[in-house]
């Protein structure tokens, strides 16, 4: 409907400038959305994260029948998972696999054996201010430090209870 009315509205114009109108209107555009008075900003999404049973299935997935580029797979240790990135232009998709038995990927697994969505990882610019906040707003956290993530910078989970049944992924910018 409203881009009904910006056409009728800008009906005079040239299409060069009618397009130029619409994009400056796009509600595509990256948000920076910042609590009012708060001292970080919440940035864009980072990727969505799918735990999945047989890495090498789900990498050919993405990568040979649905034409994705898709990283090495890389293990993470230090939180007991493999990962590979799915590019998609506009965020990634991660998929993880089980390392080692204290894996939190096995426990999802076991409870999921298809897989499934695991988390979304959403960009912040200033990670412990972030934390202070949302834990000044009674938003508990699954550590009690942020640790390096899959990209080298720091990052911080919510616990899912506290964010609509949703385990969010602070990751800084």
Not at 30 to 44: F, I, T
Not at 89 to 102: C, R
Not at 139 to 152: D, F, K, M
Request: proline content about 6%.
């Amino acid at each position: 409907m409203a881009s009904a009315v910006l056409k009728v509205a800008v009906a005079g114009f040239s299409r060069c400038s009618r397009l130029t109108l619409m994009r400056a209107h796009s509600t595509t555009a990256p948000l920076r959305q910042g609590v009012p008075g708060s001292l970080w900003k919440l940035g864009r999404l980072n990727h969505i994260a799918i735990a999945v049973p047989d890495m090498e299935k789900a990498t050919a997935l993405y990568r040979d029948v649905l034409g994705a580029t898709v990283s090495d797979k890389v293990p993470l240790p230090e939180h007991g998972v493999y990962t590979v990135f799915v590019e998609l232009g506009n965020t990634k998709l991660e998929l993880l696999h089980p390392l080692g038995e204290k894996s939190p990927i096995a426990g999802f697994l076991q409870k999921n054996k298809s897989g499934g969505m695991h988390h979304i990882c959403i960009e912040v610019d200033d990670i412990t201010a972030a934390i202070a906040d949302l834990k000044a707003k009674n938003i508990r956290t699954l550590s009690a430090e942020p640790r390096i993530g899959a990209h080298g910078k720091p990052v911080m989970f919510l616990h899912p209870k506290d964010c609509d049944g949703v385990l969010v992924e602070l990751e800084e910018a």
